[in-house]
């Protein structure tokens, strides 16, 4: 009888070698998400909540089934060559003007020539926002999470699409603390500074301001360093407007491109982890698996060396803005006074030699509507009146220009003061309804403001006893 070979071992030997095979092909399928996602995070990522989602989607499993079978199925907009993405950035919770969105930038791909391009939108574009009006661009994320939580960049979205002309396919946001953490977790990212410059009038918490400057020159900028970079309103030596913002802006996500690329990200299965968990929890976008994968098989052709950079701006004859003032807040409004030429660029995007804007286009007189200069000044000392005012004012569509405290503290009912010798006396009409106040035509003795505004609100203490929100009352001695 020939003789039996028996090997005890050979069944756990093989069970870790099945273990070994499983545990290389999860990590396999980790890799390509986590490649997927990294490669294509300028244009996409996972909600932050499902219940925050812009469309209803569907479970994980369908998903990743739909991903399997998504080799053919084409991304929204593709068949026609252009596919429209909007990236909104804000501040988040904890942070002033949580909703807000700083950063509102149109990245458009066009597969037929792999060709990408970057349409920077100023945060104060005058833009009609459904049911309120006129009103700054960057309000209509803040005024569609008022009207349903989770639903701000839908309500974005719609404004944008209106304002330029164009479908908006795709919408990721993501707020300032996210921002951070992902430039962090890479690393920090390699931006050059085109000139130096300071900014005196830097947000800091509790509507203060601080001093951040830079120096010409790369810079090597963590997460903190970036988005200061990146917010930018006030600095010196020419970089005091939007539009050398939204330039900077493009400038760090471009950076951000080239570290998420990097070999170093894609093997380090550590920091792919944490930022998933920080995709997870501050950035939302409305698409599922299998158009990542897409987007990602599509990112790895795109001609990033030629990238189209543009921003609206204003400041000559060239750009289709135009700074005005618009209910007593500075805005930027189209140059012709209805929005066919920032269609006319948005639509053709990838045509570089559209630089001028025509003549018979600039040649229209402006036709947004103009109305006055509000000022609410706190007539109490409860602190936060004068701006618990405004936000409850601006929520109904009157626009208020400014706040701030009143010579006198002692005012027991809020007055309404009309210095527009009534060319505006229906917005003080309205004004008196809303607050349930007197008007007078009559300044009194102590205010000297300069200049002086159209409308003059000073709140009373029986607006302190109608808010239903906390006020805290100073020790200061009346």
């Known amino acids: 009888m020939p003789e039996i ?53 569907p479970g994980i499993l369908r998903q990743i089934k739909n991903l399997i079978l998504s080799s053919d199925r084409q991304l929204k907009g593709e068949k026609d060559d252009r596919i429209n993405t909007l990236l909104l950035g804000m501040g988040g919770a904890g942070h002033d003007g949580a909703f807000l969105t700083d950063t509102i930038i149109l990245i458009s791909l066009k597969p037929s020539t792999n060709k990408i391009a970057l349409l920077s939108i100023p945060r104060d574009l005058l833009a009609e926002i459904p049911g309120y009006g006129f009103r700054r661009i960057n309000e209509a994320n803040a005024i569609g999470e008022l009207q349903t939580p989770g639903q701000g960049a839908e309500l974005a979205k719609k404004v944008v699409e209106q304002t330029i002309g164009l ?69 010196s030596n020419g970089e005091g407007n939007d539009f050398d913002r939204g330039r900077r802006q493009q400038k760090i996500l471009a950076a951000l491109k080239e570290k998420a690329f990097s070999f170093s990200t894609f093997f380090n299965l550590g920091r792919l982890q944490n930022i998933f968990e920080n995709f997870n929890a501050h950035l939302q976008a409305d698409l599922e698996l299998w158009e990542i994968s897409r987007f ?102 009157i626009i208020i220009d400014s706040v701030a405290n009143a010579k006198q503290r002692n005012y027991e009912k809020t007055i309404i003061y009309d210095f527009s010798q009534g060319k505006y006396a229906a917005a003080a009409d309205k004004l008196s309804k809303e607050l349930n106040a007197e008007i007078s035509a009559n300044a009194p003795v102590d205010i000297s403001e300069e200049p002086m505004p159209d409308i003059l609100i000073i709140i009373g203490k029986d607006k302190a006893q109608s808010s239903n929100a906390q006020l805290i009352k100073t020790n200061a001695i009346l």
Do not use: C
Request: aromatic share 10%.
């Open 296 to 397: 990602y098989k599509m990112a790895k052709n795109l001609d990033y060396e030629n990238m189209i950079s543009r921003v609206l701006a204003a400041g000559t004859e060239q750009n289709p803005l135009v700074e005005t003032n618009y209910g007593g807040a500075a805005v930027l409004a189209p140059r012709a006074g209805n929005y066919d030429e920032i269609k006319r660029l948005a639509n053709n995007l990838f045509d570089i030699s559209l630089t001028k804007t025509t003549q018979n286009t600039i040649a229209k007189k402006p036709t947004i509507p103009t109305g006055p200069r509000i000022q609410i000044q706190n007539g109490t000392w409860f602190l936060g009146l004068a701006a618990l005012t405004k936000t409850d004012l601006e929520q109904k569509g």
């Open 5 to 57: 070979n028996v090997n005890l071992l050979e069944p756990q030997q093989i069970q870790q070698k099945k273990r070994r095979y499983w545990l290389w092909i999860g990590l396999a399928i980790f890799f390509l998400i986590a490649a997927t996602i990294i490669s294509a995070m300028l244009f996409v990522g996972e909600p932050s909540d499902a219940n925050q989602a812009n469309l209803e989607k």
């Open 167 to 235: 479908p908006i396919h795709y919408t990721v946001r993501v707020d300032f603390d996210g921002f951070i953490k992902v430039i962090d977790e890479l690393g920090g990212v390699d931006v050059y500074v085109d000139r130096t410059f300071t900014d005196t009038q830097f947000p800091a918490p509790n509507y203060k301001f601080q001093t951040i400057s830079f120096e010409k020159g790369w810079k090597k900028m963590d997460g903190q360093t970036a988005l200061d970079y990146a917010r930018s309103r006030h600095g």
